[in-house]
């Protein structure tokens, strides 16, 4: 069965993503002024600082849609840097649940 989330590609959230959203702050001061920079709402730019879904489960991959908006924005980092997977190599990986 394919993954609902299939069409897009996503990469792990490990300490390099970790470091890299952190060296946006480093860069560029304010979460807010990041926010506004790339269009990403507020509520989904603390959600990846936090490592957290706004449901409180851990955020376990972040989509090359919206690290790319984060990086081109930002000129901090490239999407070339990190392993994409699609959402059946990460069921497969064992990083996401498979969907029943």
């Known amino acids: 069965m394919t993954h609902p989330l299939n069409g897009e590609v996503y990469t792990p959230v490990t300490d390099e993503i970790v470091a890299l959203i952190n060296r ?23 959600s990846l600082r936090r ?10 991959t972040i989509s090359l849609g919206m690290l790319d908006k984060l990086l081109t924005t930002t ?11 699609t959402p059946d190599e990460l069921v497969e990986m064992g ?3 498979p969907i029943r």
Do not use: T
């Open 75 to 85: 000129e901090v980092g490239h999407i070339n840097d990190y392993p994409w997977y």
């Open 51 to 60: 490592h957290r879904h706004a449901n409180g489960n851990r955020r376990k």
């Open 95 to 97: 990083i996401w649940e």
């Open 24 to 46: 946006l702050h480093d860069e560029h001061g304010r979460w807010r002024d990041i926010a506004e920079l790339s269009g990403i709402r507020s509520k989904q730019l603390r």
